[in-house]
């Protein structure tokens, strides 16, 4: 249902005022001509979703993974039925976000601007600072100095500091009658001058196809546009990866099942090997250290005929094994393997615990996987099936060890601590007397901030994702 409500964009009014008053396409309906096939990964849909910017999702821009004459792309796409596409503090951070998937993986990028610039009320989150909107410049410049081509489409408004999205990508296409490109639009121009001026004769396509040289493509149509943007990909030299055709097993058991394997709590005594079995190609799972820290399952399988390394938890990670997750963390990075984290996490125990030397064992094995799991260099993608808690989030790769992607299950929560499993917390010089109702505040805020849904609507992963879908992902 969030989904779908996600992907209404700005509502049917804002959509029929988009297609047929302004007669534009909508932004998914643009994708679809440009992209080979259905083979579309949309990266943090939920982004923006319920946060306090209005009744619609707050993102207003659209990315994903996907192919144009067999090249995977990044795809940066501008929704103007969200507030004029208008770029939120959020819509910032998911542009960012695809931007370094882009540079990670060599990704060539493509934008869709239709965009009323920067919000400005929101400034002060979206201008100063070192990963706010100018950055996504300074991304393009970086990008083009590393050899990854980028290609801009202009299909609507693009004012402001959007305008300089095009004009820094390798080659821009601007459509007739529909793209326009300035700095500043014809009411500032009025404001400031007491001249009116049509948008077409202020940034029109003609006028930046033939005057000022900004676009290098001239589309009478947005067909006509998405059209020429496969023909430039054709022609950028940027050769598809080689991508042979691995004959892989299905798993023996239905990845259906995983939804009623999705663990409710880190406390579960599920086996997280029964998980394994409906991911890993004909359920086949070449166990590490099997007999040792069996709080943590790790070893080799394929996964769409991919061999990777899995590192699962399967309950608190204790001396044993975060040592044996440090091995095989290592070994991976030795052997070149990509590795899958799938984490559901012990969270902190909000009593005060006594330090002993186990405790001080533990932390010790534990800062020595953190440390193997934020070297290796290899890719790195991690599936929060459970709890992402604590410390023990930073050993399963959570987003500040940057693994490669991060998605979430629906019933996953992220949190520092768990509300559901501290009954009370004294206050300093105070231990004797807790406030209840102060305590059960934080209860309600703590549970509130740790749903899957509230963290995929700040960007702090790629997606939440059906459990049975895991695989295809």
């Known amino acids: 249902e969030l989904l779908e409500t996600a992907r209404k964009g700005g509502g049917e009014n804002a959509i029929l005022r988009h297609t047929q008053r302004n007669k534009k396409l909508f932004v998914r309906d643009r994708l679809k001509l440009l992209l080979d096939?259905?083979?579309?990964l949309e990266l943090s849909p939920l982004a923006g979703l319920n946060m306090p910017y209005g009744d619609v999702p707050a993102a207003g821009c659209l990315t994903g993974i996907g192919k144009i004459c067999g090249v995977w792309c990044v795809f940066m796409a501008n929704d103007a039925t969200v507030?004029?596409?208008?770029?939120?503090?959020?819509?910032?951070?998911?542009?960012?976000?695809?931007?370094?998937i882009a540079m990670q993986n060599r990704l060539l990028s493509v934008y869709l601007v239709d965009s009323g610039g920067a919000f400005l009320p929101l400034q002060s989150e979206l201008f100063p600072d070192k990963l706010h909107g100018g950055r996504v410049f300074y991304n393009e410049a970086i990008m083009s100095a590393m050899g990854i081509p980028?290609?801009?489409v202009v299909c609507g408004?693009?004012?402001?500091?959007?305008?300089?999205?095009?004009?820094?990508?390798?080659?821009?296409?601007?459509?007739?009658?529909?793209?326009?490109?300035?700095?500043?639009?014809?009411?500032?121009?009025?404001?400031a001058t007491g001249e009116y001026v049509s948008p077409e004769d202020l940034g029109g396509a003609k006028l930046h196809s033939e005057v000022s040289g900004c676009s290098d493509h001239f589309a009478p149509s947005e067909k006509e546009a998405y059209e020429c943007v496969r023909n430039v990909v054709s022609t950028l030299n940027y050769d598809p990866l080689p991508e042979e055709v691995v004959e892989h097993d299905s798993p023996l058991y239905s990845s259906d099942e995983l939804l009623g394997l999705a663990p409710r709590d880190y406390r579960c005594t599920l086996p997280v090997k029964l998980i394994l079995s409906r991911l890993m190609d004909g359920s086949r799972f070449q166990e590490f250290k099997a007999n040792y820290?069996?709080?943590?399952?790790?070893?080799?399988?394929?996964?769409?005929?991919?061999?990777v390394g899995v590192v699962a938890n399967n309950g608190e990670l204790a001396h044993d094994a975060s040592l044996k997750g440090s091995h095989f963390v290592q070994l991976c990075g030795q052997?070149?393997?990509?590795?899958?984290?799938?984490?559901?996490?012990?969270?902190?125990?909000?009593?005060?615990?006594?330090i002993s030397q186990a405790h001080s064992n533990r932390l010790k094995a534990q800062a020595s996987?953190?440390?193997?799991?934020?070297?290796?260099?290899?890719?790195?993608?991690t599936i929060v099936i459970g709890g992402c808690y604590g410390s023990e989030s930073y050993l399963m790769c959570g987003r500040s060890f940057s693994p490669n992607f991060l998605f979430l299950w629906p019933n996953a929560r992220v949190a520092l601590v768990d509300s559901r499993h501290f009954s009370t917390v004294p206050r300093a010089g105070d231990s004797d007397c807790t406030d209840e109702s102060e305590l059960r505040q934080l209860k309600e805020k703590l549970e509130e901030e740790s749903s899957a849904f509230y963290s995929s609507a700040r960007v702090w992963d790629d997606g939440v994702i059906l459990p049975q879908s895991t695989r295809k992902v």
């Open 369 to 381: 996987m953190m440390a193997a799991v934020a070297c290796a260099a290899v890719p790195k993608i």
């Open 150 to 152: 980028q290609v801009a």
């Open 37 to 40: 096939d259905e083979s579309f």
């Open 335 to 354: 052997r070149s393997v990509p590795i899958l984290f799938f984490q559901n996490t012990a969270p902190h125990t909000a009593e005060p615990t006594s």
């Open 157 to 191: 408004s693009c004012v402001a500091g959007g305008a300089y999205v095009p004009t820094m990508a390798e080659e821009a296409v601007i459509i007739d009658q529909i793209g326009t490109l300035f700095l500043a639009g014809p009411p500032l121009v009025k404001a």
């Open 83 to 100: 507030k004029g596409g208008t770029i939120y503090p959020i819509g910032v951070k998911k542009q960012l976000r695809a931007q370094e």
């Open 293 to 307: 820290g069996t709080t943590l399952v790790t070893g080799f399988g394929h996964v769409q005929g991919h061999l």
